[in-house]
């Protein structure tokens, strides 16, 4: 899902409890890409976002658009 940035990323780990490491490892990351993803450091790197996108939906996480062009997380 586009529009997904740092900022859902942590937000969705706090909502599982998860470290940045936990996520790295769901993920199949590095340390160092979450914590660059997060801070939305030198670009997004589409398929590293990708894949922690899917690791937080794994982990039970949901994101939908609202209001137009807002996005929403919740925990399913």
Do not use: C, P, Y
């Not at 982990?59 to 137009?68: A, H, L, P, R």
């Amino acid at each position: 899902m586009q529009g997904i940035d740092g900022s859902h990323l942590r937000a969705a780990r706090a909502l599982l409890g998860w470290s940045m490491q936990d996520l790295a490892q769901a993920g199949g990351l590095s340390f160092a890409t979450v914590r660059r993803l997060e801070e939305n450091a030198g670009g997004r790197r589409a398929h590293s976002h990708e894949r922690a996108v899917a690791a937080l939906q794994k982990g039970g996480i949901g994101f939908q658009i609202v209001e137009g062009n807002r996005i929403a997380l919740f925990r399913r």
